[in-house]
């Protein structure tokens, strides 16, 4: 075990660009320490341009699912069960169909499909002006199993969440509760599949923990600045960033694609 665990670490600290893969893993969990989401949706396009996404999805989730713990504790008390029970049945059955997606292996099909995504994302966020409030319960069950499927895929979950609860109208401490207990629920069924389909490697476990002890420090500072932050006008110039980015990762897979056939 203690060969193995050397063995992770090694792999981790010779990756070309690892001091970037801790900056880019610290500053998203910062992010979703002040807003109480985002980790997956900034860390995985901008890991993915040093490592495959099969390993940068595990990593982001891993830590992330870790760093809900304290938060989960404390706001237990505003977490909504029903909301909760009913998404997490729901990405018990998506989280299958993206692991299958995760372990693909199109690698550069993967990153332009996660640059789709995020255009259609960003863009549905910019020009919404007022969003419409869900009241059947039933949008529990095809948010939850779309968080399943982008969760293990692309570790969107927490993404697909946010919408789920902004549209239900929760306030800041229902959401982060709720939420938190979804990341820790779905941070335990995802890891299983992933394992199940061979997909984690040395170099992920050396990824977690070299990086926790970081994470924590980044999480910490998340807090810190919950109450600094215009989340409003944050979340705008995030969302514009993203969409850039993911004209980047398509450009990125049309380049890829042209190489691999000349």
């Avoid at 320490?33 to 997956?40: E, K, L, N, P, R």
């Avoid at 304290?70 to 909504?80: G, N």
């Avoid at 993911?246 to 450009?251: E, K, R, S």
Wanted: glycine share 12%.
């Amino acid at each position: 075990m203690t060969g193995y665990i050397g063995e992770a670490v090694s792999q981790a600290l010779a990756t070309d660009g690892f001091i970037w893969v801790c900056a880019i893993v610290s500053a998203a969990l910062v992010l979703r320490a002040a807003i109480g989401f985002g980790d997956g949706l900034i860390a995985v396009p901008l890991l993915s341009l040093i490592v495959d996404v099969s390993e940068a999805v595990p990593t982001i989730l891993f830590l992330s699912t870790t760093m809900s713990l304290y938060p989960l504790w404390k706001d237990r008390s505003h977490i909504q069960l029903g909301s909760l029970g009913r998404t997490s049945i729901a990405a018990f059955v998506g989280i299958p169909l993206g692991v299958v997606l995760l372990g693909w292996g199109n690698d550069s099909l993967m990153k332009g499909a996660l640059g789709a995504l995020l255009i259609a994302l960003a863009w549905w966020q910019l020009r919404t002006p007022a969003q419409t409030r869900l009241e059947w319960s039933g949008w529990s069950y095809i948010f939850g199993t779309a968080a399943g499927v982008l969760g293990s895929a692309y570790a969107l979950r927490g993404t697909v969440f946010s919408v789920y609860g902004a549209l239900r109208g929760w306030g800041p401490k229902k959401f982060k509760g709720t939420i938190n207990a979804f990341y820790v629920v779905s941070g335990i069924l995802i890891p299983i599949t992933y394992f199940g389909a061979g997909l984690i490697t040395p170099r992920i476990v050396g990824f977690y923990l070299v990086i926790l002890p970081l994470a924590v420090l980044a999480t910490m500072l998340g807090y810190r600045v919950t109450d600094r932050v215009d989340a409003t006008v944050f979340k705008r110039w995030l969302w514009m960033l993203l969409f850039g980015l993911g004209f980047v990762l398509i450009v990125r897979m049309f380049l890829a694609s042209t190489a691999a056939t000349a």
